[in-house]
């Protein structure tokens, strides 16, 4: 572990970083030079902690992790809720493995890293073990929920057919109606929600068809090379982050991690790249690798100077950072559902639809814990209101579910702000009907030779995913170590215009 290179950057950087920072003091107090490493990992997400992962294995040491947060995991975060003597870990963040691996096809590596740190998980079973609710309290409608399973097959069957043809891509919306899916009830309107936008966190409006099939199929979908169709729902008390802290920690040295430390601005030319933090820090390197969620580079939270080319903002403009939020409520008395899951169907589409029950002895048994989801643009609706008031109106929908029981005050109430939390700016990219594959690759293209680009939104078959932060950690940092070890290469390419295959005509 302790590799002849990395000794010397200990060394020589130590020295180094000692010099410059009394230097640097000396000069100009608000610029302190601390080190001067050959690549800079902006981000310590599941893509940041692999490529470093990468680049250690390719045998490149002199890199830095610089990460705004005081831990590593990224998007990976718990909250501890309940009242004392009953309290729980529970995820801000991603909670599934999704797709662990059946057949003979490739295992999913998130599930790989969880099994070989023995994060503990639970099978969630999201299809066979639901309740369901309308305005008026229980009623079943789980024919329609079947139906909607299928038709969320039958929506993949035809996005592929259009794939084979080289056809143009739709919307999701165009893409049901085209199959004979026309959901009018708000029952219906709740099943579709459930098979569409609780996993895109995305209405099929806003979604491209043929993304949203293709990304299924390649998660879910053994048949076409993908996991299994298994979600298994970490349960952990360490926190589902506990798996990349413990890969983290079998190889990161103190030096290779900046923790508390955001950036503000990353300057770079085709011979290097400086980074400056929120303390005036600035850091030296020949490459750095991005990060930041799409979300983050959307928002200009960061600045790039020069401004990054028009192929590159183009593409992180076309992709979307959608939201996904959970809201957790405790209460003292059972009064819910003895299901895993539920749907509420409400007169307004995405309307506090979808419930989850954790007091089951196969997850938090005793806890009294539930938690219901919300998406897209109604996340965004209930980031710019109260905690209280958002509590009311959740407990006005269980009141509706439930007319015949004077529902208890919760004993905790919990949600992250996704959306508007300046590190993240949401939660998962989703990919619209106006993003096509040329502006996928610009995405993930390098500028200038030295910057590069890595995270869940880079990955052509896995965006929004864990696995596909993974992916991109791991093929991106691949390239990079390959870069450095040839003395420095063109990167990954880019496309200079995404131009119409068939012009307009006027
Ligand atoms: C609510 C929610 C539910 C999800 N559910 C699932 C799920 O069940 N299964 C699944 O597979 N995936 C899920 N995901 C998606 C998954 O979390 C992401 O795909 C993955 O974590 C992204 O990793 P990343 O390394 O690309 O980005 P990030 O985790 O965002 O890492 C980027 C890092 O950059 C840091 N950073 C940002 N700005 C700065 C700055 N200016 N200076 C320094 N550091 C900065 C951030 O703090 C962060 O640590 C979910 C995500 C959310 C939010
Ligand atoms: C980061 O900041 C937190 C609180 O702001 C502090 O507790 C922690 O020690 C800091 N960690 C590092 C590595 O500086
Ligand atoms: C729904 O499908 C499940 C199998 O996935 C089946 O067991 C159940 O009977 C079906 N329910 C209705 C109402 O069609
Ligand atoms: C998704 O998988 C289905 C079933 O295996 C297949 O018919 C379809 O072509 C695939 N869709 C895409 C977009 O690849
Ligand atoms: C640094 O970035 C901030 C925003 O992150 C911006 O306001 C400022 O102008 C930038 N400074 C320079 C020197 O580019
Ligand atoms: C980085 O900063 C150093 C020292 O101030 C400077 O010499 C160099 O030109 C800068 N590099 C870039 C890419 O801005
Ligand atoms: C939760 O589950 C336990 C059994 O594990 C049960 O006794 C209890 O009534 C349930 N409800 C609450 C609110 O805890
Ligand atoms: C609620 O009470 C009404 C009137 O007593 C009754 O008709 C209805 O079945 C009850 N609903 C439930 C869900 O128990």
Redesign the pocket.
């Known amino acids: 572990m302790f590799t002849p290179s990395l000794f010397r950057w200990t060394l020589l950087g130590c020295l180094y970083a000692y010099a410059t920072r009394v230097s640097a003091r000396s000069i100009r107090s608000e610029t302190i030079k601390v080190a001067d490493p050959t690549v800079l990992i902006l981000g310590g997400g599941v893509a940041g902690v692999i490529a470093a992962r990468t680049l250690y294995e390719n045998g490149i040491t002199d890199f830095i992790i610089v990460e705004a947060r005081d831990e590593l995991g990224g998007r990976m975060q718990t909250e501890t809720i309940g009242v004392p003597g009953n309290e729980w870990v529970v995820e801000r963040g991603p909670n599934w493995v999704q797709g662990t691996q059946t057949g003979d096809g490739p295992e999913n590596p998130i599930w790989g890293l969880v099994k070989k740190h023995g994060v503990k998980t639970q099978a969630n079973d999201w299809y066979g073990s639901m309740t369901t609710y309308d305005e008026t309290g229980y009623v079943d409608y789980l024919d329609v929920f079947n139906d909607s399973s299928n038709e969320y097959t039958t929506l993949t069957v035809a996005a592929g057919a259009r794939v084979q043809r080289q056809l143009v891509d739709l919307n999701a919306r165009s893409g049901y109606s085209l199959i004979g899916s026309k959901p009018q009830t708000p029952a219906e309107k709740a099943c579709e929600y459930y098979q569409f936008d609780w996993e895109y966190a995305q209405t099929p409006e806003e979604s491209s068809f043929i993304a949203s099939s293709w990304g299924n199929n390649f998660t879910y979908d053994t048949d076409v090379g993908g996991f299994s169709d298994t979600n298994q729902m970490s349960i952990d008390q360490r926190g589902f982050k506990y798996f990349i802290q413990a890969e983290a920690e079998e190889f990161l040295q103190p030096q290779q991690l900046m923790l508390n430390s955001t950036v503000t601005n990353i300057?770079?030319?085709s011979?290097?790249?400086?980074v400056t933090l929120t303390d005036g820090t600035?850091l030296?390197a020949d490459y750095a690798l991005c990060t930041f969620s799409l979300g983050v580079l959307q928002n200009d939270d960061v600045s790039f100077e020069p401004s990054l080319p028009d192929w590159k903002q183009e593409a992180i403009q076309s992709m979307v950072m959608a939201t996904y939020t959970k809201i957790f409520l405790q209460f003292e008395d059972d009064f819910w559902f003895g299901t895993q899951m539920a749907i509420y169907a409400d007169t307004t589409r995405g309307r506090y639809p979808v419930w989850q029950n954790m007091n089951l002895t196969e997850f938090f048994p005793g806890s009294g814990i539930v938690f219901v989801t919300v998406t897209g643009e109604y996340s965004v609706r209930i980031e710019a209101l109260s905690d209280e008031q958002v509590q009311a109106e959740v407990m006005g929908v269980l009141q509706a579910m439930y007319p015949n029981v004077t529902i208890p005050q919760p004993t905790a109430f919990y949600f992250p702000r996704w959306h508007t939390n300046p590190l993240f700016r949401g939660s998962y990219s989703n990919w619209p009907a106006s993003f096509f594959n040329g502006h996928h690759e610009n995405l993930r293209a390098t500028v200038d030779q030295r910057l590069w680009f890595a995270g869940e939104a880079t990955s052509l078959k896995y965006f929004g995913f864990l696995h596909g932060a993974y992916f991109e950690g791991l093929d991106v940092g691949m390239s990079l170590a390959e870069c450095i070890r040839a003395g420095g290469c063109a990167g990954l390419a880019h496309i200079p215009e995404i131009t119409n295959p068939y012009p307009y005509k006027t």
Not at 271 to 274: H, R, Y
Request: hydrophobic residues 35%; proline residues 0%; charged residues 0%.
């Open positions: 300057t770079y030319s011979s290097g790249v400086n600035l030296v």
